[in-house]
């Protein structure tokens, strides 16, 4: 039974789910929503990657620079004109607003960027090395690095830095962090800009597995709620365990149990897991305050 | 209403379940435009899918209205519900009840279950088990062929009712008296001691748990009810169109059913019909007509979109609301100091809007 190979494939698509998570659970600890339209708005940025790279013929990083800039600006807008607008609706009303933003960004996507697919290459075309028997190519590596990377860059400014603190003081309670003196409409500006950057970098790593069409991150959108609901929504590496396990488990599954059903066979271990563990991995219990 | 009309004669009026009779009989009356060649076919078409997911919608108001739960099966349930239609009526051929029924239990069956494993916990994890047992099922449709046929289509027949074979227009009428039956149904689910509960929810949770109300249970109704409704819409749009793909249930459906209840506004029976419409017939027969910019291919998904984000930002009681605002309007220009007044500012209350956030 091989194991190692993949476990390192499982690596690479696990750094995307957890960058995809990770925006999730940014934008749920700031803002209270539950961010169902992170895979759509990573699809638009990334398919804006994919736009320049074939129209403009531009290097991949400078592509990628333009889509984080379209991210970015994709976030602040959404933010700036939809959510803070919402202050007084209910969790609900704003969840089905980002639930009407994926069919908005769905719908933009084809009439900006043109209705036929496209593709995007990997960072480093070719090239793999062996380890201990198992292979693994350089944009693997790459694509690990850069998913392992960020997140514990993410954990450094959490914990460490300012802003970190202030992202973890309104996360924590957003009315007494603004009491507090935290501008905590700045912090959710950049916590839905930040979910937009790590919504784009998931879609240019998994964009070479497939053609960018308005439903290519569905699969990631769909994985990353699950590895938030895996790993609990109270802290932030819960999330990215739980897409590392998602990614692991699918691989190994759709291996050795059913290379069709392997996905349909993980998502209903995950609803199991939800009555053993409702909380999710390293979540606490959950408390509702009257 | 008029002023002339007896007193009596607006008491009848007044009356819920006439209204539903008198909108379905009209409704019934579409079929013979369509036959004598006033309606096109294919807006007889157009509009019996706005009643079909009419009826989709009405449960999930139901849920969303009651219990602030989503649901993002909708589609999974429909489809589910329509491809057991055909699977007992034509590979079976079991006949159109037994397909009814098999296409009301399985789906209600399997979301109960859903709902007991993802209730206990906060009232979000609904959406994510639902849109998991959606993408199952989604995968369930396109896979198991000897069920569904896969990508190349199940076909059907029209059903045969109690002796008389039905045919397109027939099928019509068929839905009619579904979607009254569920309105009826759901009126008659709110105002009873059933809807007491839900209310009571619905204004605190916790204050309702005090009293006894069982939170879980009425949830796992209301739910139950969502599914129900789904696999009976499911049934009816394979019936009515004899084909199924399983491209047709993917999550845009469930996303534009929430956007019906939405726009319709919540906790409103006719509203829901009222949205289905928005968001079903008007892209369909509107939309499409304009020039230029109908010819955009995610024309419809940017309406729907658009209209749930601006509904919930500027005008959270949906077409409910905006029909309340013209009667009163009317009523109050009528009598300048009458009773229109008084009554708006008691009950509208913005469904999605000014409530506390609740962590």
């Known amino acids: 039974m091989e194991i190692l190979q993949p476990l390192l494939r499982s690596m690479e698509t696990g750094s995307v789910y957890a960058l995809a998570a990770l925006g999730i659970i940014i934008v749920w600890r700031t803002s209270l929503v539950m961010h169902f339209a992170q895979g759509a708005m990573g699809m638009f940025s990334g398919t804006a990657v994919a736009f320049v790279l074939n129209r403009t013929g531009a290097p991949l990083w400078v592509a990628v620079l333009a889509g984080a800039v379209v991210a970015i600006l994709l976030g602040f807008a959404v933010d700036f004109a939809v959510i803070r607008q919402l202050k007084r609706a209910t969790a609900v009303g704003k969840e089905i607003v980002t639930l009407g933003l994926i069919m908005v960004f769905m719908g933009l996507a084809p009439i900006v960027f043109g209705t036929d697919p496209m593709l995007l290459p990997k960072a480093i075309p070719t090239g793999e090395v062996e380890v201990a028997g198992a292979n693994i190519s350089y944009n693997a590596i790459l694509n690990i690095t850069v998913g392992i990377a960020i997140a514990a860059g993410l954990f450094v400014v959490l914990q460490k830095t300012k802003l970190g603190l202030a992202i973890r003081a309104t996360a924590s309670n957003e009315q007494t962090a603004r009491l507090m003196g935290i501008p905590t409409k700045t912090v959710t500006l950049v916590a839905w800009a930040v979910a937009g950057v790590l919504g784009m970098l998931a879609a240019v790593m998994i964009a070479p597995t497939t053609t960018v069409t308005p439903t290519f991150m569905n699969t990631v959108q769909v994985s990353a709620l699950f590895a938030c609901v895996l790993g609990g929504f109270q802290t932030f590496y819960g999330p990215v365990i739980g897409a590392y396990l998602i990614a692991v488990a699918s691989n190994f599954l759709k291996l050795y149990g059913s290379s069709v059903w392997g996905d349909q066979i993980l998502y209903l271990l995950i609803l199991v897991f939800l009555l053993v563990r409702p909380n999710g991995l390293v979540g606490k219990t959950y408390l509702q305050k009257v | ?359």
């Open chain 2, 1 to 359: 209403m008029s002023e002339t009309l007896k007193p009596q004669t607006r008491r009848w009026l007044g009356n819920a379940h006439l209204q539903y009779l008198l909108f379905g009989a009209v409704l019934c009356l579409l079929p013979l435009l369509s036959s004598s060649g006033v309606l096109k076919a294919s807006t007889l078409s157009t509009l019996a899918f706005v009643l079909i997911y009419a009826i989709a919608a009405m449960g999930l108001n139901l849920l969303l209205g009651y219990s602030g739960l989503i649901s993002l099966g909708t589609a999974g349930f429909m489809g589910l519900g329509a491809y057991l239609a055909a699977y007992v009526q034509d590979d079976l051929g079991l006949g159109f009840w037994v397909a009814l029924l098999a296409a009301l239990v399985v789906p209600t069956f399997i979301g109960i279950l859903v709902g007991v494993v993802s209730l206990r916990v906060r009232s979000i994890y609904l959406a994510i088990a639902t849109l998991c047992i959606s993408e199952i099922l989604l995968k369930t449709f396109e896979q198991a062929e000897w069920f569904t046929r896969g990508t190349a289509g199940k076909q059907s027949s029209y059903p045969v009712i109690f002796g008389v074979h039905t045919d397109r227009q027939a099928m019509f009428v068929v839905i009619v008296i579904a979607l009254i039956a569920v309105m009826m149904l759901t009126h008659n689910v709110v105002h009873g001691q059933l809807g007491r509960a839900l209310h009571a929810m619905r204004s605190s949770e916790v204050a309702a748990q005090a009293m006894g109300v069982n939170i879980l249970k009425y949830k796992l109704f209301a739910f139950a009810l969502a599914t129900l409704y789904a696999g009976l819409a499911g049934a009816l749009y394979l019936f009515f169109l004899k084909s199924s793909y399983p491209s047709t249930w993917n999550l845009f459906l469930s996303l534009n059913v929430i956007a019906m209840v939405v726009v319709g506004g919540l906790r409103s029976i006719f509203g829901t019909v009222a949205g289905a419409f928005v968001i079903i017939a008007v892209p369909e027969l509107v939309l499409k007509e304009l020039p230029v910019i109908g010819d955009i291919p995610g024309l419809p998904y940017i309406f729907s979109g658009v209209l749930i984000v601006l509904v919930i930002m500027f005008f959270p009681q949906g077409l409910q609301g905006l029909w309340q605002l013209v009667r009163d309007a009317i009523s109050s220009r009528r009598h300048p100091s009458g009773p229109g007044t008084p009554r708006a500012t008691a009950e509208v209350e913005p469904p999605l809007g000014t409530e506390a956030v609740t962590r």
